[in-house]
Structures are given as structure tokens and as C-alpha cells.
């Protein structure tokens, strides 16, 4: 309990005890309940409730703290204790809310619940009650979390003792037990032997699953696995215990025996939705194959109904670039503004001097950050840099020798704010990225196309230099994928025109707004079979042509393009190759190097890419 909380309950009680003096019992009720909030531990709190309900008795007392909506956790917790002297289950029914609303406070923890007698309260409600409360305490809880709930753990080996024959009761108590080792390291003994009892008494599902995770908690995972593996022969439609089985497997370092037990799952039922989601994950984090994800996509897209909600495709992509953030810049100008700290940025003077051209955005970033630098950058204009890559590819920057200018006027202020309050480089996965931009389809089309190349400065000083700005871009393209402009007409989830412009962009002046077009052609292909192979052509081409212009100069965005064509579905088996050549040599490159190299020998020119992609 901090001293702030403590000060405050306090003050709640000095308000309390005026109003109960001068009669106000209800005003008085409502600050004690404020204080209750504050510090539910504090005895004084607990005197006073003692006070205000002497003053106005039981039924009174109740009448004192009603259950609206929305419910205050204070006045919960003090018609619990109310509750509780007459109804302990339902008293304790309402502290266990309490707990799940906020587990580090000690709401139950009371004389009262320390005082009970269990073998006068039904076991299975009071398995009910640990089985409500274990869910929010963390597997296993942190500590302060489980010494604020000690008094749970308490009750549990009251209660057990109590009722040596419920099995359903000991087995949520060996639930609730293992959570406790980090406070009490003998909780962990005690969940083992009543999952162990409760097996013994009923050996069903659940108290086999309760007993299981006992034993894996204490470290014996294959005792573990033969207590699940039973209960599935037992009961072979419950195909969910597979699922956890797997996981656990794969945590071991366990791989090929937890798919080869998914495997099993699926062909037992091809739909059964944990055991796709899990075989998709521990399938992409063995092999790196984003098809694996993709195909998880369709799978989602054709079972909108799930047992539970499932974290799988966002673990598979927490932290991988593209995936579940925006790929980071690999600029050498990015690389020179990180070593100036931002606070000597403004009044900065001196120059600087770059070996060759880097993409413009870049550039823009360092300008904006660095305004008194005077930035020399060697070499010539390369022809195949400063414009666009195809005829059709849209100009968003045009270049005056060296120095790259906007092609496109700045975005209204509304079209700025509306897109700073969504972006962040960081998403669950492309397609949670992907819902995220749908308020930015109400802009029309010309503003996106604004936002890439004006995109909002980023204000978080946490973030490396550009990244904000590469998100910015990144929610800008797929905030066309939502455009309603250009899907006026269109049939629901058409994004033709959509990826027409994504297209040009993409074959425009080489830049970040690259990537960040063929990032959206990627969500949109994870999405919409139908375009996969237009897509898988795009990408694909734009990939051989930065590994071909790489031959000759620095292709700064080469290894994010790279990158990108791994995740697009059904990408060209012989370009997949190549990109992972490219990026299995880039982690030997000395960082913030970007020496020109040319594509393995096999990869060849224009003759192998039309090959591989036809045409047009």
C-alpha cells in the first residue's frame, strides 16, 4: 500500500466520520467506500464500516452501498463484507470481482474470509471461487500480486482439508496453489499433492488438466504430458488438450513431437481452431516461412467462429520486422543523426559529408532534425534513383541534381492529426495493422498520397530517428487499401484501384514510400486470394530490380524489399531464395555499411525475371 493511497483513504475517512456524526448516512457510506478503494487493508476503514453499519443496520447498511452500473470497486467491496457476515459465498463472490478488476490489491484479505469455516460452505462453490480468482493472479503471480492474495491460498488449504472428498475442489486448488511460488515456494508442493488427490478421485478432464499443469510447474514435464495423454484417450473429442500439450512441447524444445501431436488433433477435426492456430505458429518459428502465417490468415478468414481468442499469429509475429512493427531505416544519414543527441539538434552547426545519395525521406528527416548541418553528398545523380522506375510509377519526389524536393503539396491539418492519433510502428500483426487504418479511408485519395511524403514529425523521444515517419507512411498506404474514394463502386473488399496506385507508388522514385506501398500490396494479398499473383508480381519485380541497381550503387532499401517479398504469399520459389541469400549475408555486413553488391550469379537479369513473372 503506497503512502499516497494510505493519505488519501484517510482523507475519505475524515469526510466519513463528519457526515456519519451529522447524520448523512449515505454521504458517509460513499466515502467510506472511497476509501475502501484507496486502501481496502487499512483497519480504520474496516471500524468505520463496522460504525456506519451499527448506526443503520444490516438491511440499512446494504441499502447504503447498491450495485449500479457502472459498479464502483469501493462500494463492491464494502457490500461484500456486508454481505459476507450472512452470505459468505456471495461475499465472497464479489471480493473475487474485485481481484479480477485489480489483483494487487488486497481486497479479501479481511478477518472475516480468514475466519471462515469452510466445511459449512458448498465445495464446489468454493472451487468456483478459486477457479474465478486464479485467472487474473499471473501464471505464476508476481510476487507483491500473490501477497495481496495469500488469503486465497489460506482458504484453499482450509478447504481442502475440510472436504478431503471433492475432487473438483482440489483440483482448482491445485490450480490456484502453483500461482503462489513465488510468495510461498511450498504452494507449489501443496498444488502437486491436491491435483494429485483430485485425480485420484475423479480423473476426468479437468482434474487431470489442473493436476498436468501442477506437475509441469514442478518441472516434471513428461509425468505431466501422461496425465494429459490419458485424459485424451479417455475422452478422445477433447482434441483442446492437444493444444496445450504442444505448447508445452515447443517451450521443451520439442517441436517435431508437438506438431506431429497437432497433426493428429487436425485430422480428428480438420476445423478444430487451437490446434491450426498453434501448429501455424510452432510452423513458422521452426522454418521462418510466412506461408505458414498466411495460410493461419485464410483459416481465420473462413472460421470467423472461435473456442476462445487466440494470440497465436501475433507471437509468431511479435517483433520481426514487417510483421509486427515497420522495418527500421538503414540509411548512413539516419545512422549520423543518431549520434547527435536530440537536445543539441536545434542549434547544431557543421557539415557533414555522405559518400552517395540516399533515398529522400531520409534525407528530409535529417534536414528537418538538423536544420544548421550543411550536408555534402559525393557522386552523381544515379539516373535509375532520381525518377521514377517504370513509366507508369508515380512521382512523389522530383530531384534538382542532388537535392529532392515534394512532388505533392502538403496534407491538410485534419488529414495530419487524423493520422498522428493512429500510427504507432508497432502492431499485433499485418492484419490487425491493416484494421487499425480503417478510420483513414474517409481521406480521399491525394491526401494519403500527401501524408507518405509529408508524414507527421515523430514526438516520442524513445523511438530511434525515422521510425515514426516510416509507420506514418506505412498507415498512410494502408489507409488506401481502405480508401472509399477509390473503392466508390467497387464490390465489398475490392481494392483494385487501390493497389493500382499502391503500384505506381511502389515504381516511383526509389524512397521509403517503397516499401511502404509494397508492405500494404503484401496485407492486401494476405487477404484476398484472388490478387496474390498480381501482387506476387509487383513485389517480385521491384525486388530484382533493387538487387539488379545494387550491382552498380547502394540500394539502401534493398534488404527491407528483400524482407518483404519473404512475407508475400506464394512468392516465386526462386526469388523467395534469393531473398534469403540476400539477408542470410546481410547479419556479416559491419552495420551502417552498405557497400554496393551485386545478386549471386544464379539470380541473373531481365531474361530470368520475365521467366519467372511474365508479362504485364
Known amino acids: 500500500m503506497t503512502d499516497e493511497r494510505t493519505a488519501r483513504a484517510h482523507g475519505e475517512l475524515d469526510l466519513a466520520r463528519a457526515a456519519l456524526d451529522g447524520g448523512d448516512l449515505a454521504h458517509a457510506a460513499g466515502h467510506v467506500a472511497g476509501a475502501i478503494a484507496s486502501a481496502p487493508g487499512l483497519p480504520e476503514v474496516h471500524e468505520l464500516l463496522a460504525a456506519l453499519t451499527a448506526r443503520a443496520g444490516d438491511e440499512g447498511a446494504l441499502e447504503l452501498f447498491p450495485l449500479e452500473q457502472p459498479a464502483f470497486i469501493g462500494t463492491v467491496v464494502a457490500r461484500a463484507h456486508l454481505q459476507g457476515r450472512h452470505d459468505p459465498i456471495g461475499g465472497l463472490r464479489m471480493l473475487a470481482q474485485a481481484t479480477q478488476f485489480d489483483s494487487a490489491q488486497p481486497w479479501a484479505d479481511v478477518s472475516w474470509v480468514r475466519h471462515l469455516e469452510p466445511r459449512r460452505l458448498d465445495p464446489n462453490e468454493l472451487a468456483r471461487l478459486f477457479v474465478a480468482v486464479m485467472s ?62 483430485g485425480h485420484r478421485l475423479r480423473p476426468d478432464k479437468l482434474t487431470s488438466v489442473w493436476y498436468a499443469y501442477a506437475l509441469k510447474a514442478d518441472g516434471r514435464l513428461d509425468a505431466a504430458l501422461q496425465v494429459m495423454r490419458q485424459a485424451w484417450q479417455a475422452e478422445p473429442g477433447e482434441v483442446d488438450l492437444c493444444a496445450d500439450m504442444a505448447n508445452w512441447l515447443a517451450d521443451a524444445g520439442r517441436a517435431d513431437e508437438a506438431l506431429e501431436l497437432l497433426d493428429t488433433a487436425m485430422r480428428q477435426e480438420p476445423g478444430y481452431d487451437c490446434a491450426v492456430h498453434t501448429a501455424a505458429r510452432l510452423r513458422f518459428q521452426r522454418d521462418g516461412d510466412a506461408a505458414h502465417l498466411v495460410g493461419l490468415v485464410d483459416f481465420m478468414r473462413e472460421h470467423p467462429l472461435t473456442s476462445h481468442e487466440h494470440t497465436d499469429l501475433a507471437g509468431a509475429c511479435h517483433g520481426r520486422p514487417w510483421l509486427g512493427m515497420v522495418g527500421g531505416p538503414s540509411e548512413s544519414v539516419i545512422n549520423l543523426l543518431h549520434q547527435v543527441e536530440r537536445e543539441r539538434r536545434p542549434g547544431l552547426e557543421g557539415t557533414a559529408t555522405v559518400s552517395a545519395l540516399e533515398v529522400p525521406s531520409a534525407l528530409a528527416v535529417v534536414r528537418r532534425e538538423l536544420p544548421g548541418l550543411d550536408l555534402t553528398i559525393e557522386g552523381a545523380p544515379p539516373a535509375d534513383m532520381v525518377g521514377p522506375q517504370r513509366p507508369e510509377g508515380r512521382v512523389l519526389w522530383r530531384y534538382d541534381g542532388l537535392h529532392a524536393t515534394p512532388a505533392v503539396p502538403p496534407p491538410p491539418q485534419r488529414a495530419r492529426e487524423l493520422l498522428d492519433r493512429l500510427v504507432w510502428p508497432l502492431w499485433p500483426d499485418p492484419v490487425a495493422a491493416y484494421d487499425r487504418a480503417l478510420p483513414l479511408g474517409q481521406l480521399g485519395a491525394e491526401e494519403l498520397v500527401s501524408l507518405l511524403v509529408h508524414p507527421p514529425a515523430g514526438t516520442d523521444p524513445k523511438l530511434p530517428d525515422g521510425v515514426w515517419e516510416r509507420a506514418g507512411q506505412v498507415y498512410a498506404c494502408l489507409g488506401l487499401l481502405h480508401c472509399e474514394e477509390l473503392r466508390a463502386g467497387a464490390e465489398p473488399g475490392d481494392t483494385a484501384r487501390s493497389r493500382e496506385l499502391l503500384t505506381a507508388i511502389a515504381f516511383g522514385v526509389e524512397d521509403w514510400t517503397t516499401e511502404a506501398a509494397l508492405f500494404a500490396l503484401v496485407v492486401a494479398a494476405w487477404l484476398d486470394p484472388g490478387c496474390r499473383e498480381e501482387v506476387r508480381g509487383v513485389v517480385g519485380r521491384r525486388f530484382l530490380d533493387a538487387m539488379q541497381q545494387s ?52 539470380s541473373g537479369g531481365p531474361a530470368r525475371k520475365r521467366r519467372w513473372f511474365g508479362k504485364r
Not at 478447504?159 to 502453483?178: D, E, K, N, Y
Open 136 to 197: 487474473s493472479l499471473g501464471d505464476p503471480a508476481e510476487a507483491p500480486v500473490a501477497a495481496a492474495n495469500e488469503v486465497y491460498l489460506d482458504l484453499a488449504r482450509r478447504a481442502t482439508a475440510a472436504h478431503p472428498g471433492s475432487a473438483l475442489l482440489h483440483g482448482a486448488a491445485a490450480g490456484l496453489a502453483r500461482r503462489f511460488t513465488a510468495l510461498a515456494p511450498a504452494a507449489l508442493a501443496d498444488a502437486v499433492r491436491w491435483g494429485a488427490h
Open 551 to 602: 550491382r552498380h550503387r547502394v540500394v539502401t532499401i534493398r534488404e527491407s524489399l528483400g524482407e518483404l517479398a519473404l512475407l508475400t504469399p506464394q512468392m516465386v520459389p526462386q526469388v523467395a531464395a534469393l531473398a534469403r541469400e540476400l539477408l542470410s549475408r546481410r547479419d556479416d555486413e559491419p552495420a551502417g555499411q552498405h557497400e554496393p553488391a551485386g545478386p549471386p550469379e544464379h
